[in-house]
Structure formats: C-alpha cells, structure tokens
C-alpha cells in the first residue's frame, strides 16, 4: 500500500517539543490511478508518433493556431525540417494558403472532424503534393491534423480518364461498328459506336439502352430468323472460338451484316464482357 503520512510539532514558548500531530492516509488508489494515466499517456504518445499518416497538434491560441506537436510521419514528409516550426503560427506557415487556417477555426469552433482535399508544397520543400487533410477537435483547445498523399492515387485516376477518352474517341471514330455487351444473358449493352447504329439502323441512343435479347431480335435476319437466332444462342455459347454468322438486318436497302463476338478480357475484376464486331 501506499502511504501519505502529514505530521506537526508542537513545542513550548521555551522551545520544547511537546507533541507531535499528524494524519496517515491510504493513497494506493490515487497511485493506482495516477500510474494507469501516465501509462495511458505513453501509450498514447507511442501511437501518436508511430501512426502512418503525418499528424500535427494545432494548439488554439486568441485568434491564431500554434504548432505544438508533430509525430515521425510529419518529420519524414517535411525533410526533417518541422523542428524548426514548432512553436510557429499557422498564420504564418499557411499565409499563402488561408483555407488551411479557415478549416482550422471552423474545426475548433464548430467542434467536429472536417475532411478537405487540397495541393499543399511541404515547407522546405519544393514539391507540391495533393493531399487528403483530416481536421479534428481534440478538448480543450485543440486540433489535431493528419494528411494523406493521395498524388499518386490522382495521377493515375487523371491517367486512367485520359486513357478511356482515348480509347472512347478511337473506338467512336472506327469505320468498323463496335458494340459491348454487360453479359451474355440478360445484359445490356455497355457501349455502341456510330458506325454500328449506322449498320444495325438503329439511334446510336436507341442502341445504347437494348439488352441482348432486344439485340438479337435486330440483329434476326429477315430471309432465316431461325436460323439466324440459333446462330446468335450459339456465338454466345462459345466466345471462346470467336464465333461469326452473317445476318441480313432491315434497311433501305436490307443490309447482310458479318456478326462476329468475342469475349472481353476482365478489366477490374469486371468479367463476362462480350464484344461485338460489325
């Protein structure tokens, strides 16, 4: 147990010691507890500057922010140099940036986790990233910030657009008609270019909505539909051979088309694509 003794001496007007008073009292409790903390404290000072994502403690100060604290993160993206800011201000450190003080005062004031998405250049640094900036309010005057790089996960998003409008512009622009099935059964179309509604006669719009029973339908030639719906049920049984059949579709004049399917290869996990070539 633990022990908190409190004593006084009485003495004499002479200088003699008469008694002594004093109170004992059991403070394991408070050690208890006191210990509990310190070691909460720890832990949470470990966590703190082991979590992943550079963090920074924002401490709210009149009407400004100062830097209290960082963690490893924050050290590592800053080239070393956030020692040198502790203690500064934001409005000195984000002059050229007043969204980043605004979402400051609004996290203090408002009291809840803000997200934001911003270009932010590393003090000390010259290269400019784009950032994931979590904002929250940590009691009493507090905000706590962490910062994801999402540069990398934007770059090739924009590449990933471009790459599709290319690919969309090139299979637009093809003399060739082009159409992409969701599925082989029940499915609808993904995609049709101009040059197939030109074939199949059919409003590019129009031809964009059909499933693939509504296709096999147009696609039924008019000398054998029979034939023609077998040869459709077929294709579709064995991409794996790249199977083609000819169909005569209505027209001014009737136009025989050369159907040839094919399986799309999986792109993101997505397969059972079908691909049509007129």
Not at 149 to 157: E, F, H, L
Not at 161 to 185: F, I, N, P
Request: glycine share 8%.
């Amino acid at each position: 147990h633990w022990l908190e003794d409190k004593g006084r001496a009485v003495f004499t007007p002479g200088g003699t010691l008469v008694r002594v008073t004093g109170t004992c009292m059991d403070v394991t409790a408070r050690k208890m507890a006191e210990a509990a903390l310190l070691a909460s404290e720890e832990r949470f000072r470990t966590q703190y500057m082991s979590f992943p994502l550079p963090t920074y403690s924002w401490l709210n100060v009149g009407d400004d922010f100062v830097l209290q604290d960082f963690n490893d993160a924050a050290e590592a993206a800053s080239a070393g140099h956030m020692r040198d800011w502790l203690g500064r201000a934001a409005s000195a450190m984000y002059a050229r940036q007043p969204e980043i003080i605004a979402d400051l005062h609004q996290c203090a004031a408002e009291r809840r986790a803000l997200r934001r998405e911003t270009s932010y250049q590393y003090q000390g640094t010259t290269d400019v990233r784009e950032l994931m900036v979590s904002y929250v309010f940590v009691p009493p005057h507090t905000v706590m910030v962490h910062t994801e790089d999402v540069t990398q996960a934007r770059q090739a998003q924009a590449q990933a657009e471009e790459e599709r409008a290319t690919l969309a512009a090139v299979m637009g622009s093809m003399t060739d008609g082009l159409m992409v099935l969701g599925g082989a059964k029940g499915a609808g179309l993904l995609f049709a270019n101009a040059r197939a509604a030109e074939l199949v006669g059919v409003e590019q719009e129009s031809l964009s909505t059909m499933t693939a029973a509504m296709l096999a339908v147009t696609l039924n030639g008019l000398e054998n539909p029979a034939a023609t719906m077998a040869a459709w049920e077929h294709a579709l049984a064995h991409l794996d051979e790249r199977p083609s059949f000819e169909a005569t579709v209505r027209g001014s004049p009737p136009r025989t088309l050369l159907v040839k399917l094919f399986q799309v290869p999986p792109v993101t996990g997505v397969e059972g694509r079908v691909g049509i070539l007129l």
